[in-house]
């Protein structure tokens, strides 16, 4: 069960003029799931891309990293999930890029044109056959309203348990401008880029150039803040999209007025993406954020951060509602930071003053510390008194529900 996240409906969200969505089952993951999805967008859309720093990526990313660095313009996104297309060599390649074929053919677009994502079990074949035989009927499906949105939100779903989607509007030289995106992951979850897909699109214009600063910004200020289980997954991939059709005059400068606005929007709704996947995390009892101040750089912090939420016996703590709170500092100090002072440290839990100086606060009692542990949502804040730069990570906590989900996941 997802920690307080809201089931989108079609209500929630706003379609974005320039790209439409059609929806189909193939057959890739299960009888009677959606599975297949296609983006078709509109001659002039700009499109930017950041992707895992997994070394062993999948084909599908390897593919779109050539065609995003080369620079084609891109007219359309093909999406399974059911089958990731990693660790499948030469012949994931050549599957892939003959699902792009297939594409390509119905839209009359080259394939250098589409773009490939997969998300799925890792070294299984991907069955392009049936890739192939499901395009017409997701191109049939093809759509332009706020339904498409949520039922691409659905199609791209693997272990997740309900949808993931954000939307926002803001006004940029007089006109309307939409943003609207959706997300999947719930497991093998450690972002380092950008198993999790993302997708955003606005109407706004923007200058080519700006795109791939505007993805990156948007992925630091949300994707790259999330950790489920501190794997980072063969296929993550987080696409932005401009179809330049709002109307106004164009964005050539993230620093100026409209840019700020944009940028606001863009990771407004990447973020939103990003703490859905947290909440919807394999397993998931509780939602927690990590903030750390007083550090030497934003790096050092986040550095920080992870050690915390990735430590297994922190997050079952969690997990247990169990105030077993020296296992952050544990993580802290084997964070990496080199030069730490620990007698400097400072530890809340949520309003709960439990570390100060490095040691337990003369205030802190175990009963205050267990009243927060049994909440829904925890804040952990650690002061370094290091410097003056913070940084915040949003993790879960890890269940009895995640083993079984991760030991039953092929069966």
């Known amino acids: 069960m997802a920690v307080n996240l809201p089931i989108p409906q079609a209500s929630d969200l706003h379609p974005v003029p320039g790209v439409r969505i059609g929806v189909a089952m193939a057959g890739i993951r299960k009888a009677n799931r959606r599975d297949l999805v296609v983006f078709a967008l509109d001659e002039g859309t700009q499109v930017a891309g950041v992707f895992t720093t997994n070394r062993f990526c999948a084909a599908p990313v390897q593919i779109c990293r050539e065609r995003l660095d080369a620079g084609h313009a891109i007219r359309a996104l093909l999406i399974n999930t059911g089958n990731a297309n990693a660790g499948t060599g030469a012949d994931g390649l050549a599957r892939a890029q003959r699902s792009c074929v297939a594409l390509g053919a119905a839209m009359a677009l080259k394939p250098e044109h589409i773009l490939p994502f997969s998300t799925g079990v890792i070294m299984e074949t991907l069955p392009v056959e049936r890739i192939e035989a499901g395009l017409p009927a997701a191109l049939a499906a093809l759509r332009d309203d706020a339904e498409g949105w949520l039922e691409a939100a659905h199609g791209i779903m693997t272990t997740d348990t309900q949808p993931k989607a954000a939307s926002r509007q803001v006004t940029i030289g007089g006109r309307t401008v939409t943003v609207t995106g959706i997300s999947k992951g719930a497991g ?67 620093d100026s007025a409209d840019g700020r606005v944009l940028r606001e929007a863009l990771n407004e709704v990447s973020r939103q993406l990003a703490q859905a996947i947290v909440r919807d995390g394999e397993g998931a009892t509780k939602f927690i954020t990590i903030q750390i101040d007083g550090g030497t750089s934003v790096d050092e912090c986040r550095q920080a ?49 439990v570390v100060t100086a490095g040691g337990r606060h003369t205030a802190y009692r175990e009963e205050h510390g267990q009243r927060v542990m049994k909440q829904a949502e925890i804040t952990v804040r650690v002061h370094l008194h290091r410097g003056s730069e913070s940084a915040t990570v949003w993790t879960c906590d890890l269940s009895h529900d995640y083993v079984r989900i991760n030991a039953d996941y092929r069966s």
């Open 188 to 254: 093998m979850i450690r972002p380092n880029i950008a198993t999790m897909l993302g997708f955003v699109a606005t109407d706004a214009v923007v200058a080519p150039g700006l795109m791939k600063e505007l993805a990156r910004e948007a992925a630091d200020a949300s994707f790259n803040r999330i950790s489920i289980d501190g794997d980072t997954s063969t296929n993550d991939s987080f696409i932005v999209m401009a179809t330049g059709q709002a109307g106004h005059a164009p964005i050539t400068r993230p």
């Open 305 to 353: 951060a992870y050690a915390i939420a990735h430590s297994p016996l922190v997050k079952t703590a969690f997990f247990a509602s169990d105030p077993n709170l020296g296992r952050i500092l544990a993580a802290v100090g084997y964070a990496g930071i080199g030069d730490l002072d620990q007698g400097l440290i400072d530890l809340w839990l949520d309003d709960v003053h």
